[in-house]
């Protein structure tokens, strides 16, 4: 069946570093991107998304791109910040019933001070 | 409320009883949808309304679970018999608009129940 896979599952970077997440789908069908961030014991909060007829989209210092004919994702966070920290979910719309998402399994993102 | 608000935050049941999850969308939202999240997974999709009609439950684990939406606004999520394979968070989901497409879906902070 359809799945989208995330990696990697944790990353550490230094305050002020990038922090770059990636993410396959292989539905080929699939039109709509979004990333999520959620914190501990928070709900998942819509940071950035995109859609399938766009291969990039910037919003500050995040920024989301996509390569349809490869089938996969990336979410840039630039500058980061300890608030930063969280868990990353990226996810993928099905492509017999777009309301559907398909999510990866997570990102833990941890920001040095 | 300006957010997806659900309740209760934190339900404990017995294995066998029954549970009900309320989840109260952003006022005027058409979609709703309902997740399962296991500890360290991302969001699983169960079910999706569209105003008190629900379009796809093809997510829903077994008959044991069952949501509805009367009057298309608040929505419940029944669990019956609950087993413990049943512990999880259980997000709810809504959107402004029809989800022919896909868009954005505004989550509540989930019920976590824990089955004993």
């Known amino acids: 069946g359809e799945n989208v896979e995330q990696h990697p599952s944790t990353l550490s970077v230094q305050e002020g570093d990038s922090a770059v997440i990636k993410c396959t789908y292989s539905?080929?069908?699939?039109?709509?991107f979004p990333w999520y961030k959620q914190e501990l014991g928070k709900r998942p909060q819509l940071i950035i998304d995109i859609r399938s007829n766009v291969g990039e989209k910037k919003d500050q210092r995040i920024a989301v791109t996509l390569n349809k004919t490869a089938k996969h994702f990336s979410l840039h966070i630039t500058e980061t910040q300890p608030e930063d920290s969280a868990v990353y979910f990226c996810a993928a719309s099905r492509g017999d019933s777009s309301y559907k998402l398909i999510f990866g399994s997570g990102t833990r993102l941890l920001v040095r001070p | 409320g300006a957010g997806v608000s659900q309740s209760p935050r934190y339900k404990v049941a017995k294995r066998g009883q029954d549970v009900a999850l309320r989840c109260d969308p952003i006022s005027g939202h058409v979609s709703l949808f309902w997740y399962q999240q296991a500890l360290g997974q991302g969001p699983e999709f169960l079910t999706y309304f569209q105003n008190e009609a629900q379009l796809d439950k093809s997510g829903l684990p077994s008959d044991r679970f069952f949501a509805e939406r009367p009057e298309g606004s608040v929505s419940t999520l029944k669990i019956q018999r609950t087993q413990q394979e049943d512990s999880a968070v259980y997000l709810c989901?809504?959107?402004?608009?029809?989800?022919?497409?896909?868009?954005?879906?505004?989550f509540g902070d989930g019920t976590r129940l824990s089955i004993l």
């Open positions: 539905d080929s069908a699939s039109n709509y």
């Open positions: 989901a809504s959107s402004p608009l029809r989800a022919w497409e896909g868009q954005p879906q505004h």
